[in-house]
């Protein structure tokens, strides 16, 4: 997939995640995240963004996270929909 446009998906509720995807101007996919918890997971909430962004076949994006405490299948799921959408596509790739 190529991301075509900025999306968002999730809020900054508790427990939540805010997930905005963008196109890049460089190579590859760069992560920006704000984190209470950035010391302690925040490599984990890296590779959980990441692992969704390379199984949906996206290889340059701009990935920005503002992290409320979420957990990892929030995470996951706020990272497929805001890449869905900021890929315009319907072709949806749910994992069983």
Do not use: N
């Amino acid at each position: 997939m190529e991301i075509k446009k900025t999306a968002t998906a999730g809020t900054l509720e508790s427990s939540d995640i805010m997930v905005t995807v963008a196109p890049s101007s460089e190579k590859g996919i760069h992560i920006h995240l704000t984190s209470s918890v950035a010391m302690q997971f925040g490599p984990q909430i890296k590779e959980v963004i990441t692992s969704c962004a390379k199984r949906l076949g996206i290889d340059d994006a701009e990935i920005t996270a503002v992290d409320q405490g979420a957990l990892d299948c929030v995470i996951k799921a706020r990272t497929e929909t805001a890449l869905y959408r900021a890929a315009e596509s319907t072709d949806y790739k749910w994992e069983a």
